[in-house]
């Protein structure tokens, strides 16, 4: 056996270093001075802070090479899209728990640890090029996740919310990893880029089909797509408010920046080879499907929702359907400046998602109480003028969930359905057309949270929650991010589209 | 003075906004609800004067678009904020800065409930209207037409009547089902235009000029889908019968400064739209289509009067109202003459004249008595003349008496639809003459419903012990009324400037039509051309 250099470059994955050596601090600051919930967290935000000014700086490219690690660790635009909204998406989960954890007694310096080691697993699954470092990644984030979903520990729904999550998301890594063995034998490595290249052969093995097959069913169940996503709505009621905000945001991006990494550019678009047009065509096709499926499952089911968390949770999946969308789009882009094009736009998508359902969910915890106690719809009854701030920001989030223009929202749907609409091709049309008519279902649920907020009087009496500092900065970051990304979203997009510079390699 | 005429458009776009913010601000530090309707008044007076001086620029006369500005907003997808008007555009635009401070004056005294969001909503209604009206990007254009949703959406759901929360969902997923079908229909002509230049593009000055050149072509089916997606958005804002259903519901709900803005600008968007995107972008589907149109706007015409004839409450029967009243602009529009569209465009004028001002006087009764229903009134005329006065007046106005501006705008378009060609000629039948006919009745019902109302309202003797001591109209409601009367009779008898500039722009979308459809453009002597 040959041995070749393994290309060490610790600065390629010194984001993933800072925020995995701020969790091992954080743990054990924990174990030796129990109890500083306030000092853990502040700890935490300021790693992940060193770890977006790390990203911010090798950025540009020109000082790292596109891939390092022997090919296991790729530096390119999929890669850091994805990791600021991972950071972001930590950063306002920290801030956000900050007032749950006081409330419930949380022990802080477990939760902000496992937290970190969870970003630090997404950062993994968005930078890894290797199926194996993907599946590192994914159940380092899936191990630290099925915790933080259980860690009201009295409570009854918090425990099957964890179970659920545990059971089912162990069955769904057991299918992608039967999937990831079954590519490695059709193709002989687990570097996604060889496989590409493996791919353009025309004679690759059908077991090749049989893998990828494996694999969506993986990736359906961790982005909660239909057929796949019946475990999300009782996981998500179950789980504490912050930690739901997180699972829809955070793990569902991280999971649709590996499935874009495998599928976009393990299986592309490969020009007159009919057996990889045939897979390429395979998987697009079904994707579609499941795209159409998934957008009108979650929203009709969202609309039959009496409590608002299971709604957010069904509002999720049919987001992860609109993400899908653009995934397929992605899929069938003929030329490279189109692809990262749509890889940038699913990016963008899940940068809008996240901001605004971290941001309902900072001001449903806060409304909720302690348990969640009041999350039915009833309960916000008539809130509307009794707390005007929280009310108009939480009815901001849910216009921009809705894509309503000015918001995050709309810039987000328009780029998704711009790569499918392009391929000009009749299913991909339809999926659109199904993504439109979903829009307008789902004006009815998200509008319905204004209606009974502002429209309806309220039964009982209203004591307004005093808005903790923390949570006050993360519903301000959201609100800046809904209105800067909605109308000024230029700016991202374009960094997000664009392929940082790779280093002229230079091999040691 | 050069800044202004130069940003002229997007400061009457973004003062109400400054103006809402202004409004939060002023009640963070002063805490005073009183002030807060003065202080929108101004507002929007200034923007009203500020608007005037759109009519000072001579480009607008000329055809072409007036106070353009056009900046990149977001390069990725090559979406400008590309702003102009033109003769279509520019009555339109007054007409929403001129209803403003009507609308707010009319609810001087019925909003207790919350008045700083009452006057922020407004403000923001009226950006987003401005909007809608001067925006000549298809992605800014659709930006603030949802946008407008929004604000109405409140307004309605907030301060509206008791079954409100029906009234305004209804209200928003039917808009928005329908536009965002358009949306998707912008996306698709980014994509033909970039297929066919190599350069995609929502600006719709671009999109127009390929189109005209022949650039950018598409089958006749493709042309087909595009105009309905767009239509549909369009007409369920007309509302076009049988999208109707929510308007009645809305107008009934709505605050009366709702109802007002509502009737006068915001169904105003969909005739609009059809006008500056529809016929220009798709000429030939709009021929093609244009039976269709007309069968259904007759229909409105007719049912739309039938189904006032019988409502019990004023409100509703002026809703109704303006389903017929729409019904002949979408008439006027296809039947793609001069004369015709001409009139379509008067006629949303005095539509959005006469049925905001019905709205009004609906509105000052049911402040005083609480309830719109006809039965509970009688011999109104006794008790307060001067409102039954002008209630007559506006009746009129909207039935189309001659020397009010009614008439104009029915006469114009009955004479666009008896001269046109669109529909087909037979041996036996010219289907022009007998939809000509078919919507003449409509007037003969409009008469029949408004003149029957008045005569049950303010006839005969006070029946009802209670509207014996109804108080008449307080100045502040007399000054409210008494430009919207002026304008009636002035619209009425002189109708020249308005017809003049909008000419030249008219003509070009007519021309349009019918140039790309073959046929030749018959140059009609108009009286306004002399």
Redo the contacts between chains.
Sequence with gaps: MQLSDPNVNLLIIMPEIIIALTGVIVMLYDCFFPKNRGITGTMSLIGIAAAAISIALIWPGGSVPASAWGGMIVHDSLRLSFSVVFLLVAALTILVSSVWIEREDVPGGEYHALLLFATFGMLLMSSGNDLVIIFLGLETLSIATYVMAGLRKSDLKSNESAMKYFILGSLASAFLLYGMALIYGATGTMNITEIAAKVADPNFPALLLVGAAMLIVGFGFKVAAAPFHVWAPDVYEGAPSPVTGFMAAGPKAAAFASFLRIFVIGFPVVGGLEAAGYLNYSWTTALAVMAIATMTVGNVAAIMQNNVKRMLAYSSISHAGYALVGFVGAGVALTQSNRD?AIAAVAFYMLSYAVANIGSFAIITLLGQKNDRRTEFEDFNGI??KS?VLAFTLSLFM?SLLG???TAG??GK??V??PA??A?NPLLTIM??AA??N??IS??YY??M??VM???ERATDWVEPRIPSALAAAILVTVIGTFYFGIF??RV??RF?TQPIAEAVSQR | MDFVSENLLTLLILLPVFGAVGLLAHQMFWKQEEHLKWVTLAITVVIFLLSLLLLGDGGTKAGGFAFVKNVPWIEAINTNYHVGIDGLSLWLVILTTFIMPIAILSTWHAVEKRPLAFYAFLLLLQSAMIGVFVSLDLLVFYLFFEASLVPMFFLIGIWGGANRIYAAVKFFIFTAVGSLLMLVAIIALYFMHQQATGVGTFDFVTLLGSIESGTLAFSASTGLLLFIAFALAFSIKVPLFPFHTWLPDAHTEAPTAGSVILAAVLLKMGTYGLMRFNFPLFPEAARELAPIFIILAIIGIIYGALVAMVQPDVKRLVAYSSVAHMGFVILGMFSFTEWGMQGALYQMLNHGISTGALFLLVGFIYERRHTREISEFGGLANVMPIYATFFVITAMSSIGLPFLNGFVGEFLIMVGMWKSSILAVTATANWNYIATMAAGTGVIFAAVYLLWMIQRVFFGKVTNEKNRILTDLTPREIGIMIPLLFLMVFMGVYPRPFLDRSRDAVVAIQERVVKQAGGTVEVVETFEKE
């Design positions: 094009a509307g003028f005007p216009l309503l223009p000015l709309f810039i328009v780029l359905f711009r609409l392009e000009n659109v057309v439109v008519i829009t307008a004006a009815y509008l319905r204004i209606v502002f429209f309806k979203g230029n997009i374009e589209s």
